[in-house]
């Protein structure tokens, strides 16, 4: 957790400048993944049960047709305990994650202009992400009892990706459309199944051995493989208009292109939306599949 404190505190110190922080929405599946970013100055404070973390993500924007880049990033971390066990009965391992990103608007679209008598109601955005993560993994050869010591591997990830999000307005309905492609050095660890063991700390004094704690941790098993790959996200989201926008029906898949660890995920989300602000949900539910398992989460945020 120390190096999740450390992100807390340059985060909030990258608040204070000029250009403050970006970054991702609360449209995103069980592992966080999602192609769709903020719109508009603000942030959101959201927690994830599917994948068991807490993220804070800010974006400073100018919303006039003279300032069409803006800055951002997200900070994020595991919580304490077992919450993702109650829908996937997996607990994911322990993490901290740093992501900040450049944003240009209206790329095929024509700049908000207040003055002309029919401003355009569509908007795009293309954002470039870049980001570190860093885990702390506990690793067991096998899940027969009585079970062993479990070992301890750290595991630093870097990733870069590049999306593309636009907001389509009609005279009944709205869609919020958002793909993306990367690259990332990542892992499988949330393809492993995880599992609850005793972690003892042992020490060693005058040659006596000395038991001086026991917790419960999470350890994985199966075959842990580290790799370079390539995600590819795409969501097209749905307001009907009988709704009044205040809902969105999120029709998304996540995916791995890479040829050594190629995956499909496809899902569906239902989200809750501020009134007027499509791009911005308070809260929702996907539910995914992947490798012949179903896959649940819980999103919710507070946005500022």
Same mark, same amino acid.
């Given at each position: ?89 997996? +607990? ?49 050869? +096998? ?7 479990? +070992? ?33 050095? +990542? ?118």
């Amino acid at each position: 957790m120390n190096n999740f404190r450390a992100m807390l505190i340059f985060a909030a110190l990258f608040c204070q400048a000029p250009f403050a922080m970006c970054q991702q929405s609360l449209f995103e599946s069980h592992d966080g993944d999602t192609s769709i970013f903020l719109e508009g100055t603000g942030g959101v404070v959201s927690t994830n049960i599917g994948k068991s973390d807490l993220r804070l993500s800010y974006l400073h924007e100018i919303m006039n047709k003279s300032h069409l880049y803006s800055w951002g990033a997200d900070v994020s971390g595991s919580l304490n305990g077992t919450s993702s066990q109650l829908l996937s009965g997996v +607990t994911p391992a322990k993490s901290a994650l740093l992501r900040i990103s450049g944003k240009k608007r209206n790329i095929f679209t024509e700049p908000l202009d207040a003055s002309s008598p029919t401003p355009s109601p569509n908007d795009d955005w293309v954002i470039l992400q870049v980001g570190y993560e860093r885990q702390q993994i506990k690793l067991l050869d +096998t899940s027969v009892s009585p079970l062993p010591s479990p +070992t301890s591997h750290g595991f630093d990830g870097y990733q870069a990706s590049l999306a593309y999000n636009a907001l389509v307005k009609s005279a009944h309905n709205d869609f919020l459309l958002g793909a993306s492609v990367g690259v990332a050095r +990542t892992n499988n660890v949330d393809d492993l199944d995880s599992v609850q063991v005793t972690d003892s700390q042992v020490s060693v004094t005058n040659g006596i051995e000395r038991r001086a704690s026991e917790d419960s941790v999470a350890a994985f098993v199966g075959t842990y493989k580290k790799f370079i790959g390539v995600p590819v996200n795409a969501d097209a989201i749905w307001y009907p208009g009988a709704f009044s926008g205040r809902i969105g029906i999120d029709g998304f898949v996540r995916s791995q292109v890479a040829a050594v660890h190629r995956s499909a995920e496809p899902g569906l989300g239902v989200f809750v939306c501020k009134q007027g602000q499509p791009a911005r949900p308070i809260g929702g539910a996907t539910v995914s599949y992947k490798d012949g398992k179903g896959k649940v989460a819980l999103i919710a945020g507070w946005n500022f």
